[in-house]
């Protein structure tokens, strides 16, 4: 199978940010260290390529916390298969997301 | 809460989010800043820094939500486009089909063209790193003597040389299998052991040839190609280890080679082992071919350096030859070339012509096709005006053009593979045999890029021209109610008829080198090639010496073969030759000339030669200008008698008589010959090239006890009726007298002159056929423009014709209108045929690439074809009716 996308650092940086567990728009532009105005459009360009999935968080959630629902990012199954690539071209990246999600 | 810092700019941001994916984009972008600001509100009053920082960090969703907006109107734009413009298409089916036509026709003719380029000149060979891959020979006197490869220089370069890895020789010969059925004259490539090695090829079933077969004694083996072993062992693989008898010798077979082998020649059927006795190789004995697979780090110069340092020494290597001195004075020089570069041979440059002359063909094609785009684009004006007054931009109009070109190029494209297809499979029956790796030929994915190459190019090219049309105030086209303004129309018409004369001018091109092909073929057609091919039967007899040994006998089976076929009514005169003309296999020697005696290690005079019987120029039609024939008896002790050839009587003995001259073979203790006539110029070689100066011998020469006769000769019977009714005379005369001789390849003389002239026809052909299409198109284009032109001015002929104007007054001015555009396209088309000259001269025969007739009857063909064309709109315009026009707009 050919790749979905290139596989270029910004792209590497993201998909290892949101399986490790940084999931929402502003905590992978704080994970990555990415410019802001880079992270969205690999969202969404790995989301119409069917490598990221976009979902509402619990509504609950959202209410006890008195704010509106945020929409998190969660790796496809084709998106996990493409961590291992992830992994052997940027070979030091995971230890950057080393990290617990939020703390960053 | 006080506001979300940012909540403004989300909102206005998200307008440019297209509408199905605008709420949640803004949902999420607002959530995010939500949730940001709260927790920087949960820590006390945030710094004002904090707040810069998030306010920036959500500016950035104009970032994202500029890209939502490209992505989406790309993709949803473009397809809407094609689409739409596929539709539009649908409801114009005659602009479409002219349009789709014109283009699969254009890039037809190219893609079929490109695939004779490709399968010929760019695909590499199909053998291991055939970049390493050489060919090897040599030349002498600068060039004008072709001295390809000999067994002394095979050894001597196996020996010594560096920079090749190994080389190989290979030579043609015909052999008569015997055995089975029929005993059949075939061809086979004699090869050193080396030379499947070099070439990396292996046999499919069993083996090649090892060292030892190529040795003195060694064993008698054979290797089958693919075809033969189909044929004659019927695909049986337990033919390895049986023998086959070839020239009277049992020979083993030990390998068939896969089918794709055919390397350097297809027609040969088998290969069998080049004995090469390194120690006794003359070094002289040129005649054969060399291939070599240069050694790692090699370059064709380094080989090339290496060779002639070699044979700069081999008065070393070869100290005892009497060769060398020969050798050095004709300067004996290496030729290296890349191995394909060799068997391409001359046939780029036709190739390369060709190439570039469909090439006119597409740009007539897009010319055409522009044009018709163009008055599609005054239709469309409206819609167009439409499309911008609801927003669109310039790069939307160029795309709503583009894609209208765009869906037209890629039916015309996969119409053009069609119609390449068919003309790829019509061409083979047409091309001459002798083009190489024909059968490589055939339409692969180099050849698919190509056509989709070219198909966008010409959809860029011509979906230009609409665009250069509308870029003027559509908006205003609309507010103006219609697609009529005057402006827009003059600058139409120029475009248009700019269009008009380009195509005119290409086509005039074209038809300018056809014209000369035309010439060419006719000169060779007419041309007095100094033999009478009509009436002549030719064929090839060879006696080997396993068969008949003793020479006596062999001279008696020719002496009493022309004797009976003297006999038989049919047969107006016989004769034979070594080689009949056009036959190929003339040698060329060294002549001892005793008006020019050559000092010790000079060269003599050198010529073709040929021995003949007597019977041969009466039955081949060759003059004798001077003197006499042959006849029986000549050749014999004490009646040394050779004729020469006009050329020849002309360099040695410029304005005196030859007769009486002496000569021989070179050879010191041989008799002396004595020159007993001279006979007009026969072309040998080819027809375009002139008569080489050629001498001949009898047939049979020395004393009567022991001749020493030709053993392998072309029979030349001349008839009176059709020359193919000969065939079966002669296999009975020869079955009589040695029912195992066979009688191979006869053929009409005629039909061996009009296979010398295949290239040349194949050429014209092409040519020909390509400016007729160019051709067609130019018509359709002056045809199209001066209709439009018509159309556009009905109004105005209407007030002419009800002002007084007659019908014939009318018609003369628009057949005028096409008349100047005509006469534009001929004043350009003729420079640029001048300018092109130079290219086409190198494949000319007998006319100059300037030749004034060609481009006279050309110019003025051109000039009827487009008063024609303007004929039709013209008489319509007269019939026109001004009450009418002068209501309907």
């Known amino acids: ?104 | 809460m006080t506001e979300i810092p940012g909540h403004r700019l989300i909102a206005s941001a998200a307008r440019l989010v297209p509408p199905p994916r605008r709420t949640e984009w803004q949902r999420e972008w607002e959530a995010e800043a939500a949730y940001a600001w709260q927790r920087l509100v949960r820590e006390g009053t945030p710094s004002s820094l904090a707040v810069l920082r998030l306010r920036v960090r959500v500016l950035t969703c104009w970032i994202d939500a500029l890209w939502e907006r490209k992505q989406t109107m790309t993709m949803m734009g473009m397809w809407a486009d094609l689409r739409f413009a596929a539709r539009s298409l649908l409801r114009y089916p005659t602009f479409t089909t002219v349009a789709v036509v014109t283009l699969a026709l254009g890039i037809g003719v190219n893609t079929a063209v490109f695939t004779l380029v490709d399968g010929v000149l760019i695909s590499p060979l199909p053998y291991d790193e055939p970049e390493e891959l050489l060919s090897l020979e040599h030349l002498g006197r600068d060039g004008r003597d072709e001295l390809p490869m000999s067994t002394g220089l095979y050894a001597l370069y196996q020996e010594q040389s560096r920079s090749i890895e190994e080389l190989a020789l290979h030579s043609m010969q015909a052999v008569n299998l015997v055995g089975g059925g029929d005993p059949e004259r075939i061809l086979v490539q004699v090869v050193t052991p080396t030379f499947f090695q070099v070439l990396g090829a292996q046999a499919a079933v069993g083996r090649t040839f090892s060292e030892a077969e190529g040795l003195p004694d060694g064993p008698r083996v054979a290797v089958l190609s693919d075809g033969m072993w189909r044929e004659r062992f019927d695909a049986d693989p337990g033919v390895i280890g049986q023998t086959v008898d070839i020239n009277g010798v049992l020979r083993e077979v030990i390998g068939i080679m896969p089918a794709s082998f055919g390397y350097p020649d297809r027609r040969a059927r088998l290969w069998l082992p080049m004995v090469v006795d390194p120690n006794q190789a003359p070094l002289a004995a040129f005649g054969m071919g060399g291939v070599a697979r240069m050694a790692e780090g090699s370059t064709i110069e380094t080989v090339d350096g290496e060779l002639r340092g070699l044979i700069g020494r081999l008065d070393e290597f070869f100290p005892e030859s009497g060769a060398v001195a020969f050798l050095t004075q004709v300067g004996l020089a290496p030729r290296v070339r890349p191995l394909k570069e060799s068997l391409v041979g001359e046939l780029d440059r036709t190739l390369w012509i060709l190439l570039g002359t469909v090439g006119f063909v597409l740009l007539i094609a897009c010319a055409n096709v522009a044009n018709l785009l163009i008055v599609r684009a005054e239709s469309r004006q409206r819609e167009l005006a439409l499309r911008v007054a609801v927003g669109a931009g310039r790069a939307d109009v160029v795309r709503a053009f583009m894609s209208e070109s765009f869906v037209l190029a890629v039916i015309g494209g996969v119409g053009g593979l069609l119609v390449a297809a068919g003309a790829v499979r019509l061409s083979m029956d047409l091309v001459p045999t002798n083009i190489p790796r024909l059968d490589e030929i055939g339409i692969d994915a180099r050849v698919l890029t190509f056509t989709g190459a070219i198909s966008i190019g010409s959809a860029l090219l011509f979906g230009l021209f609409p665009l250069l049309r509308s870029s003027g105030d559509l908006a205003g086209q609309l507010r103006d109610g219609g697609g009529r303004g005057q402006t827009g129309s003059k600058q139409t018409h120029r475009l248009r008829n700019g269009l008009v004369v380009t195509q005119m001018a290409l086509a005039l091109v074209l038809l300018v080198g056809s014209g000369l092909m035309l010439r060419s073929f006719q000169a060779m057609r007419t041309m007095d090639p100094g033999f009478d091919a009509e009436g002549v039967l030719t064929a090839r007899i060879t006696i080997p010496n396993a068969e008949v040994q003793d020479n006596g006998e062999v001279a008696s089976f020719f002496r009493t073969l022309l004797q009976q076929l003297d006999e038989h009514p049919l047969v107006a005169s016989a004769g034979f030759a070594q080689s009949v003309p056009l036959g190929g296999g003339v040698g060329y020697h060294n002549l001892a000339v005793e008006d020019f005696p050559a000092g010790n290690g000079e060269i003599g005079v050198l010529a073709s030669n040929n021995q003949i019987s007597a019977g041969y120029f009466e039955a081949m039609g060759i003059d004798v200008v001077e003197g006499r024939s042959f006849e029986p008896g000549d050749g014999a002790d004490g009646v040394r008698a050779a004729i020469v050839n006009a050329a020849f009587a002309e360099r040695w003995w410029p304005g005196e008589s030859a007769l009486g001259r002496r000569m021989n073979r070179d050879s010191p203790q041989e008799e002396w010959f004595e020159v007993v006539g001279v006979v007009e110029n026969a072309h040998y070689q080819s027809l375009e090239a002139t008569p080489e100066h050629m001498v001949y011998w009898p047939a049979t020469v020395g004393p009567a006890d022991t001749p020493l006769p030709a053993r392998s000769v072309d029979v030349a019977i001349r008839t009176t009726g059709d020359p193919t009714a000969l065939i079966p005379i002669l296999r009975g005369a020869v079955a009589e007298l040695n029912a195992r001789i066979p009688v191979s390849n006869p053929r009409a003389m005629t039909e061996v002159v009009s296979d010398a002239t295949a290239r040349t026809a194949f050429t014209m052909v092409l040519l020909g056929a390509a400016s007729g299409v160019a051709l067609l198109l130019g018509i359709v284009g002056i045809y199209g423009v001066i209709s439009y032109i018509v159309a556009q001015r009905t109004r105005e002929i209407g007030v002419r014709m009800a002002l007084g104007a007659t019908a014939s007054s009318v018609r003369s001015m628009v057949v005028r209108h096409g008349l100047v555009l005509a006469a534009w396209g001929v004043v350009v088309g003729l420079a640029g045929a001048v300018a092109m000259s130079r290219v086409i001269a190198s494949i000319l025969f007998g006319v100059t690439a300037t030749d004034p007739w060609t481009y006279v009857v050309v110019a003025a063909l051109l000039t009827v074809v487009a008063a024609g064309a303007s004929w039709l709109p013209a008489r319509r315009a007269a019939g026109v009716d001004p009450s009418n026009a002068l209501r309907s707009d």
């Open chain 1, 1 to 104: 199978m050919g790749r979905l996308f290139s596989l270029t650092y910004p792209t590497a940086a993201v998909l290892l940010a949101v399986q490790s567990g940084h999931r929402y728009g502003f905590d992978i532009m704080d994970a990555t260290g990415l410019p802001d105005g880079t992270v969205y459009p690999i969202l969404r360009r790995l989301e119409r390529r069917g490598v990221l999935e976009g979902q509402w968080e619990d509504e609950a959630q959202a209410r006890r916390e008195q704010r509106p629902q945020r929409r998190y990012y969660a790796l496809t199954p084709v998106g996990e298969e493409s961590i291992a690539e992830v992994l052997e071209r940027f070979p030091t990246l995971p230890r950057i997301f080393g990290a617990e999600p939020g703390t960053a």
